[in-house]
T-cell receptor, first 115, second 110 residues
Framework: NAGVTQTPKFQVLKTGQSMTLQCAQD?????MSWYRQDPGMGLRLIHY???????DQGEVPNGYNVSRSTTEDFPLRLLSAAPSQTSVYFC??????????????FGPGTRLTVL | SQELEQSPQSLIVQEGKNLTINCTSS?????LYWYKQKYGEGLIFLMM?????EEKSHEKITAKLDEKKQQSSLHITASQPSHAGIYLCGADMGTDKLIFGTGTRLQVFP
């Protein structure tokens, strides 16, 4: 199993550009989520999905869109990049929701810089 | 998240010393997860706790969830340079979300 994979590893954007961060898992996990990590802020939840076709907002959803058309993939879209979105983005997945008491598996992260 | 506070924010210890990191919630914790992150890398799962008073250990790391289920502590015995990194607690507060604390940066010097 490849686990949770994220592409790209690094990305530089100009303000106003759009892009999609890719996340895929091959563990047949129902639950997937996106976090951003800023210095001194820990991880903040952007969006999450409890299954294909179902998504919901986390703590900091503004400026980001998600969709979950398949169990395996959970892409994160930046509609119009802003310097405030410069961060490291982590995708995570688990068999069920966190309330089901199960381990979250994290991808290696995407380091995004918006100029 | 302000709902979940970690302390201290940063810790520098000499190799061989014991240390404790705390994770305090403003709400009841239905599940508490501890992760470690090496600088510039992804998160490594350490352990998860669910029941009040529960304690788990892995090698020299012990974590406990208090009886009231609003605080967890992570204790490292005889720290080593390999323990250096960022420790993050993640909490299930009865929703479908896993909310993380701000992290504790640990440095261990010889």
């Amino acid at each position: 199993n490849a686990g949770v994979t994220q592409t790209p590893k690094f990305q530089v954007l100009k303000t106003g550009q759009s892009m999609t961060l890719q996340c895929a898992q091959d563990m047949n996990h129902e639950y997937m989520s996106w976090y951003r990590q800023d210095p001194g802020m820990g991880l903040r939840l952007i969006h999450y999905s409890v299954g294909a076709g179902i998504t919901d907002q986390g703590e900091v959803p503004n400026g980001y869109n998600v969709s979950r058309s398949t169990t395996e993939d959970f892409p994160l879209r930046l509609l119009s990049a802003a310097p405030s979105q410069t961060s490291v983005y982590f995708c995570a997945s688990s068999y069920r929701t966190p309330s089901a008491y199960n381990e979250q598996f994290f991808g290696p992260g995407t380091r995004l810089t918006v100029l | 998240s302000q709902e979940l506070e970690q302390s201290p924010q940063s810790l520098i210890v000499q190799e061989g010393k014991n240390l404790t990191i705390n994770c305090t919630s403003s709400k009841t914790l239905y599940g508490l997860y501890w992760y470690k992150q090496k600088y510039g890398e992804g998160l490594i799962f350490l352990m998860m706790l669910q029941k009040g008073g529960e304690e788990k250990s892995h090698e020299k790391i012990t974590a406990k969830l208090d009886e009231k289920k609003q605080q967890s502590s992570l204790h490292i015995t005889a720290s080593q340079p390999s323990h250096a990194g960022i420790y993050l607690c993640g909490a299930d507060m009865g929703t479908d979300k896993l909310i993380f604390g701000t992290g504790t940066r640990l440095q261990v010097f010889p």
